[in-house]
């Protein structure tokens, strides 16, 4: 029955009508579920056929609102398929269910055509913000816990629902601008009554596609409300290098070189940029 | 049953859903509810917005623990990581007694993130009886299992749907969630009397109740949980009670969910309605 029900759907929401090894569907679903005075076993297993797929596409629909403006609404519908039938959910809970998605999005770049590019770093992106939302946290490290060790020996974990993000494009205004764009079109529906088949949009004016540009982010939460934080090169390189394990000393250096930054005071730029990322509480031991 | 081995001998009252749209005015207005259902996947999560929501909520009130993904009738083994986290909760929440469906929704490490039937022959009893045993005796807390609601029925069915559910909590020596709107679709579904069901379960081992609202299509009922509960379904929770007693019993409202307040009037009404029928028995 499992077999059956992460098959995908017609396009007309319905059960396929053939079995993977040709047969018809309605013999093999009557071999196992018996018909009713009102439906026969094809049209009772169809049931839950469809149920799966509703489920798990109106899911996705709901995470991935970015994805979606990205590709198309119809188009999304196809990659969300193909994702699923490809990678089906792993995982007790529906949280879970995008995990793979940058995965599939490297693997099969052509359902997401022509934006490859953007819809992996929208992918990316919100996938982030699961994990920020939820995601374990650890105690974070005040500085006087660290006041005493050199920086040529400091190492500093960052906390587990943090997520770096180097980007090609501005994909936080751009969520910004379809999220708003939702709400407006969400305040004007008076029913959310499911039709014949999962979520679909409302027909709305698209939104300008964001340039492509290197942009660097954070993706957080602070007082447990999500957050996303642009940072700039120096900052994203010595935070992705004490996440590998170098000491603070190191992490600086690296930091420092990649930077572009011309005539500053790279010592008060360091002290601010850490005074910052620890009023966050982004710091934590290393386990 | 007032209060049982099923239901840690607790006499709840009427419970209501605890569900996301209703946090804030929950937290903010503070409502007097007799006892919230949460969700345990929702809350098996390492941090952030539901475990503070958690927090809050246990403050002010009693919590009981209704679980959707432990897939008591999958072939699989427990997914371990699965029960340690829902034991975690457990002993956060100190659930009196925890819920899950007889069903099976996962095979293979694949979820299907439904509430399947089973096919009903003692071979599944058997195997069902035994996971919800070592279940409970990893999480430490009595187990109440709920009837599903159902579109399909197997071929290799031995018995009917309340036999079944009879041979497994008697085998497992668990508790029963009785779902009355499940019992209710299904028999719409499937053409079978639902008093037959009610009549016919082991009513000592009822630790709670489930009441909800569906929805009617041509030609088959889903158990949507959008509606307020219907008619015949009332018929049938004063029915449940005569038999069962005074049980606790929460009001299920998951999809179209209106205000808090359209909910805890519904909530209300059951308070109601169930006093009256236990007077009613009493006479």
């Known amino acids: 029955m499992a077999g059956v029900l992460f098959r995908p759907l017609t396009p007309n929401w319905g059960m396929q009508k053939r079995w993977a090894d040709g047969r018809l569907m309605k013999s093999v679903a009557s071999e196992f579920i018996k018909p009713n005075d009102r439906l026969d076993s094809f049209e009772r297993l169809e049931i839950y056929n469809r149920q799966y797929w509703f489920r798990v596409l109106d899911c996705l629909y709901d995470d991935y609102p970015g994805l979606r403006a990205v590709v198309g609404e119809r188009k999304f519908m196809k990659l969300a398929t193909a994702y699923l039938s490809r990678y089906p959910s792993n995982s007790y809970t529906l949280r879970d269910l995008g995990n793979r998605l940058e995965q599939f999005l490297r693997q099969e770049p052509h359902w997401s055509a022509p934006r490859e590019e953007l819809a992996l770093d929208m992918a990316r992106f919100e996938w982030a913000q699961v994990v920020a939302f939820d995601g374990p946290s650890k105690p974070p490290i005040s500085p006087d816990e660290i006041l005493d060790t050199p920086p040529s020996k400091l190492q500093l974990s960052l906390q587990p629902y943090l997520s770096l993000l180097e980007l090609n494009f501005a994909v936080d205004d751009f969520l910004i601008a379809v999220k708003k764009q939702e709400a407006d079109v969400l305040r004007g529906e008076a029913s959310n009554a499911k039709g014949g088949g999962p979520k679909q ?65 790279w010592s008060e730029q360091i002290r601010d940029w850490f005074n910052s990322w620890s009023s966050l509480g982004w710091f934590c031991h290393r386990s | 049953m007032p209060a049982n081995a099923f239901n840690g001998f607790t006499d709840y009252g009427i419970g209501i859903g605890l569900r996301v749209p209703h946090y804030r005015h929950i ?38 623990q ?53 096919p009903y022959t003692m071979a599944v009893a058997r ?87 569906h929805s009617k299509f041509e030609k088959y009922i889903l158990d949507t949980h959008d509606h307020p509960v219907l008619d015949p379904v009332w018929k049938m929770y004063g029915h449940a009670l005569k038999k069962v007693g005074n049980t606790a019993t ?26 009256q029928q236990l007077v009613e028995a009493a006479k």
């Not at chain 2, 969700?39 to 999560?45: K, Q, R, T, Y």
């Not at chain 2, 034991?87 to 007889?102: A, E, F, I, N």
């Not at chain 2, 009001?251 to 309605?273: C, G, Y």
């Open chain 1, 201 to 265: 949009g409302m027909p709305r004016k698209r939104i300008r596609f964001p340039r492509q540009e290197k942009v660097y982010l954070a993706v957080h939460r602070h007082d447990n409300v999500l957050y996303y934080k642009r940072l700039e090169l120096g900052e994203y390189k010595i935070l992705t290098s004490l996440d590998r394990g170098v000491t603070v000393e190191e992490a600086c250096i690296e930091g420092v070189t990649a930077s572009k930054k011309e005539n500053i005071d």
């Open chain 2, 127 to 213: 195997h069902t009886a035994e996971k919800i045993r070592a279940a409970r005796d990893f999480l430490e807390v009595p187990i109440c299992v709920e009837n599903v609601s159902s579109y399909a029925e197997f071929h290799a069915s031995e018995m009917s749907e309340w036999e079944f559910l009879s041979e497994v909590v008697e085998l497992a020596d668990c508790g029963i969630l009785l779902d009355v709107n499940n019992i209710y679709v299904s028999s719409q579904n499937h053409g079978f009397d639902p008093y037959d069901y009610l009549n016919n379960i082991p009513h000592e081992r009822v630790g709670q109740i489930h009441i909800a609202g």
């Open chain 2, 250 to 275: 929460l009001l299920e409202w998951d999809d179209r969910i209106p205000t808090f307040d359209e909910v805890h009037n519904e909530a209300l009404k059951a308070n109601k309605f169930r006093d």
């Open chain 2, 27 to 64: 937290l903010a207005k503070k409502p007097l509810v007799d006892w919230f259902e949460i969700i345990s996947e929702n809350f098996m999560v390492d941090g952030g917005r539901p475990l503070e929501v958690l927090d809050a909520i246990l403050e002010q009130y009693r919590v009981v």
């Open chain 2, 66 to 118: 209704h679980g959707v993904a432990i897939y008591f009738g999958s072939a699989d083994k427990f997914d371990r990581e699965h029960l340690k986290r829902l034991k975690r909760l457990v002993k956060y929440t100190k659930t009196p007694w925890l819920s899950d469906h007889l069903c099976w929704g996962s095979v293979d490490g694949r979820y299907t993130h439904d509430l399947l039937p089973m």
